[in-house]
Each structure stands twice: as C-alpha cells, then as structure tokens.
C-alpha cells in the first residue's frame, strides 16, 4: 500500500530535475531489466514523461511512466549531474 505523500514527494523530485539527463532502470518482469538514457521532459498529474536518447541513429521517442512505477521500483531514475 503506498501513501498519498510518497506519491506527491516523487512527483515533486521528479519535477525539480525537469530537462536533466537521467538513466532509466525498467522492471520487464522475470528477472529481466532494461537500462536507457534520456531527458525528464515533462511531468503530469499522474504521469512523467522522458525523451530517450536516440539508439544507432534512429529516431528518439518519448515514453511515460507513472509516479506509482518509481514508488513500487518498476522504474528506478538515477540522474546525472550536470
């Protein structure tokens, strides 16, 4: 069970570091984990969103992840400093 204030000191942590690089950790469930770089881009009500990093010259593209994914570690942020 999470807390409404966790929540809310996420979101405001997140929204302080809005245009810092970060490097993303992503849960993909059975012991498997995805590791990218990009931008906090943008926050929400209910949502971040990050622009990531272009791979091998391909197009970047921006994903969303909810506050509740960084609560419950679906998603650990690490930024980096400038």
């Keep these: 069970m999470y807390v409404r204030n ?8 997140i929204s302080e570091h809005i245009g810092s690089k970060v490097m993303l950790e992503t849960n993909k469930g059975r012991q498997k ?5 990009g931008t906090i881009e943008n926050t929400y009500p ?6 990531l990093d272009a791979a091998q010259g391909g197009p970047s593209r921006t994903v969303s992840y909810s506050y509740t994914d960084v609560l419950t570690k679906n998603v650990e942020i690490t930024v980096f400093n400038n």
Aim: no cysteine.
């Design 33 to 37: 984990s995805m590791v990218t770089s």
């Design 6 to 13: 966790d929540v809310t000191q996420i979101r405001r942590n």
């Design 46 to 51: 209910a949502i971040f969103t990050i622009l």
